[in-house]
Antibody, heavy 121, light 111 residues
């Protein structure tokens, strides 16, 4: 059974960097696409970006200039750094597994429980 | 800026059938948009239901089905149960610069 668990500070100062880690158990991160998705309080979901295929990344253009997703295969973890945060970045952040094959197309399947990050002084 | 639109809210009676739709400002949704659907209940993480328009995950109840309908992606619930009351989100692949865009969600009430 694949499980994902987010971790990181629950409070970040404005203008600083938000840093989160997702630890994956029950499967290797060497395959699949590993996404970060967020949800502002009372709002909808927003795809931030993903890492795949030996460190390749794609990002939501609205966050591309501030977001960096990286991986640590030895620890079976991937991470999100979001710099220059403001109150608008306050959200629950989820890590999610997904993937693509020519046979079944694109899928997102396993989600972490999410972690609330508040940007405030 | 690509926008994905869903019905803000729908109501269905227990045992009934309801269809939720997902449209894109880029044009008619096709299989190439690889629509994914998610269910979210209050205080919980979203749960994946449908991928690549029509495919169910191993845990997806049989009463949920995905399709294309009138240029939109659609999620149909047949024989709705009270526990289906939730927020439902679609996610569409646009490729290019926009890649993945979520719809705003549909709040489904079972009354």
């Amino acid at each position: 059974q694949v499980q994902l668990q987010e971790s990181g500070p629950g409070l970040v100062q404005p203008s600083e960097t938000l840093s989160l880690t997702c630890t994956v158990s029950g499967g290797s991160i060497s395959s699949y696409h590993w996404s970060w998705i967020r949800q502002s309080p009372g709002k909808g979901l927003e795809w931030i970006g993903y890492i795949y295929s030996r460190g390749s990344t794609d990002y939501n253009p609205s966050l591309r200039s501030r977001a960096t997703i990286s991986e640590d295969r030895a620890k079976n973890q991937f991470s999100l750094n979001l710099n220059s945060v403001t109150a608008a970045d306050t959200a629950v952040y989820y890590c999610v597994r997904g993937g693509y094959s020519g046979y079944i197309g694109w899928y997102f399947d396993y989600w972490g429980q999410g972690t609330l990050v508040t940007v405030s002084s | 800026q690509t926008v994905v639109t869903q019905e803000p809210s729908l109501t269905v009676s227990p045992g009934g059938t309801v269809t939720l739709t997902c449209a894109s400002t880029t044009g008619a949704v096709t299989s190439g948009y690889y629509a994914n659907w998610f269910q979210q209940k209050p205080g919980q993480a979203p749960r994946s239901l449908i991928y690549s328009t029509t495919n169910k995950h191993s845990w997806t109840p049989a009463r949920f089905s995905g399709s294309l309908l009138g240029g939109k992606a659609a999620l149909t619930l047949s024989g709705v149960q009270p526990e289906d009351e939730a927020e439902y989100y679609c996610l569409l692949y646009h490729g290019g610069d926009q890649l993945w865009v979520f719809g705003g969600g549909t709040n489904l009430a079972v009354l």
